[in-house]
């Protein structure tokens, strides 16, 4: 058995840059789409919910109570625009751009959020519904609970997905 098989822990990948956590707290490649949640510029006690769909573009935003977001009129707001920046700092843009099916290598220019954006928003993208909102926010919510734990090597029950094989000794 080698190693890795052997080891109870998950490979994390390092960001590409450094990230502002305050306003966007979290982001995701999950579920088919680039999501996570971002700080309201206006309101302290708001955060959006925003997501975008790999392939077609399709966007939601909305608060976590499900309000719709005042900036996305059939254009990605400033809560997306955001999210898809501090994705391209997380990830880097060629993973974001892969994942998200977009075809920066046709432009001849070199990957970068901009670039991604333009391309995402040249595709006149549809609003979609916010019926991801919830999971995304129980997701992040969840994150934020792990960071409240005191640093542990004991396992976490809830981080045991699967079932002991064998007996400890």
């Given at each position: 058995?080698?190693d890795?098989?052997r080891?109870?822990?998950?490979?994390?990948?390092?960001?590409?840059?450094?990230r502002?956590l305050?306003?966007?707290p979290?982001?995701e490649l999950?579920?088919?789409?680039?999501?996570?949640?971002v700080?309201?510029?206006?309101?302290?006690?708001?955060?959006y919910v925003?997501?975008?769909?790999?392939g077609?573009?399709?966007?939601?935003c909305?608060?976590?109570?499900?309000?719709?977001?005042?900036g996305?009129r059939g254009?990605?707001?400033n809560h997306?625009?955001?999210?898809?920046g501090?994705a391209?700092?997380?990830?880097?843009?060629?993973?974001?751009?892969?994942?998200m099916?977009v075809e920066a290598?046709?432009s001849g220019?070199e990957p970068s959020a901009t670039l991604?954006?333009t391309?995402m928003?040249?595709?006149r993208?549809a609003?979609?519904?916010?019926a991801?909102?919830?999971?995304?926010?129980?997701?992040?919510l969840?994150h934020?609970?792990?960071?409240e734990l005191?640093p542990?090597t004991a396992?976490l029950?809830?981080?045991?997905w699967?079932?002991?094989?064998?007996?400890?000794?």
């Open positions: 058995m080698s890795w098989e080891s109870s822990t998950v490979r994390v990948v390092p960001p590409a840059h450094p502002r305050a306003k966007v979290f982001v999950a579920d088919g789409r680039l999501q996570g949640v700080s309201s510029g206006s309101d302290i006690e708001r955060v925003s997501s975008v769909a790999a077609s573009f399709t966007f939601a909305s608060t976590n109570n499900n309000r719709p977001c005042g996305a254009y990605f707001c997306i625009r955001a999210l898809i501090e391209v700092l997380q990830y880097g843009a060629e993973r974001v751009g892969r994942y099916r290598a046709e220019y991604l954006l391309q928003s040249a595709a993208p609003q979609g519904d916010s991801a909102a919830a999971p995304v926010f129980s997701r992040f969840r934020l609970a792990y960071l005191a542990t396992p029950p809830e981080m045991q699967f079932p002991p094989t064998r007996a400890v000794a």
